[in-house]
Nanobody, 122 residues
Framework: QVQLVESGGGLVQAGGSLRLSCAAS????????MGWYRQAPGKQRELVAN???????NYADSVKGRCTISRDNAENTVYLKMNSLKPEDTGVYYC????????????????WGQGTEVTVSS
């Protein structure tokens, strides 16, 4: 079993910054991609950014230049630094990890955090 624990959300004024963290723990052999998704009220969950185990990153067009995703492989932790926040960045941010586990046979499973709320006021 794997748990993802997120932190760092909150209320911030437009133009401000936040740093989200997500730590994975449990039965982990390794973690492939890690990422952040968000869900605004009344909208579908969407990708914000993800990062491979080798450090290759991918960002949604809406956050390019304003957000930086990074990870600490030794700590199984992924971060999302968000700058120049806008009201449209408001939503619940979910961490996702593609965890490799297993003893005799390795397999990858998708895990999600419980979500951390980000509110950007205008």
């Amino acid at each position: 079993q794997v748990q993802l624990v997120e932190s760092g959300g909150g209320l911030v004024q437009a133009g401000g910054s936040l740093r989200l963290s997500c730590a994975a723990s449990g039965s982990i052999f390794s973690i492939n991609a890690m990422g952040w998704y968000r869900q605004a009220p009344g909208k579908q969950r969407e990708l914000v950014a993800n990062i491979t185990s080798g450090g290759t990153t991918n960002y949604a067009d809406s956050v390019k230049g304003r957000c930086t995703i990074s990870r600490d492989n030794a700590e199984n932790t992924v971060y999302l630094k968000m700058n120049s926040l806008k009201p449209e960045d408001t939503g619940v941010y979910y961490c996702n990890s593609k965890v490799v586990a297993g003893v005799r046979r390795r397999y990858e499973s998708d895990y999600w955090g419980q979500g951390t709320e980000v509110t950007v006021s205008s």
